[in-house]
């Protein structure tokens, strides 16, 4: 029986170990690479979940504003309210005209005394 060749078999183990070492360099490199995307991928979602709350609140905004017919009908009131505003207006003039003859009336009567 021959010996052993250590040399092959030193070979063989610095291969070995070399193999071994790269396959958990390569591990390392992917679950450092994964966990890197895993972050960047939780980030741009905490990012979509902040628009996507701004962009419900602007959408509700929108929804509670009055739209083009509820203006028209606050314009009507108003245009409404205006008429009326005129009509006392013009009655006031007219009371007044009134209690100024009214008030000259009685000077006069009383001077007349």
């Known amino acids: 029986m021959e ?16 193999g071994i070492t790269a396959a958990i360099a390569v591990y390392v490199w992917w679950t ?24 419900d609140r602007v959408e509700h905004t929108l929804e509670s504003r009055p739209g083009y017919a509820d203006l028209d ?3 009507a009131e108003v245009a409404q309210t205006n008429r009326k505003l005129a009509e006392v207006s013009a009655q006031l ?11 000259d009336y009685l000077l006069q009567e009383r001077r007349e005394k």
């Open 93 to 103: 003039v007219g009371t007044t005209n009134l209690l100024n003859r009214l008030h």
């Open 32 to 55: 450092g690479r994964s966990r890197a995307t895993t972050d960047a991928i939780d980030r741009v979602d905490d990012r979509v979940t902040q628009v996507q709350q701004r962009l």
């Open 3 to 18: 010996g052993v060749d250590w040399g092959a078999a030193r070979l063989f183990w610095d291969v070995l170990q070399t």
């Open 73 to 75: 009908a606050l314009r």
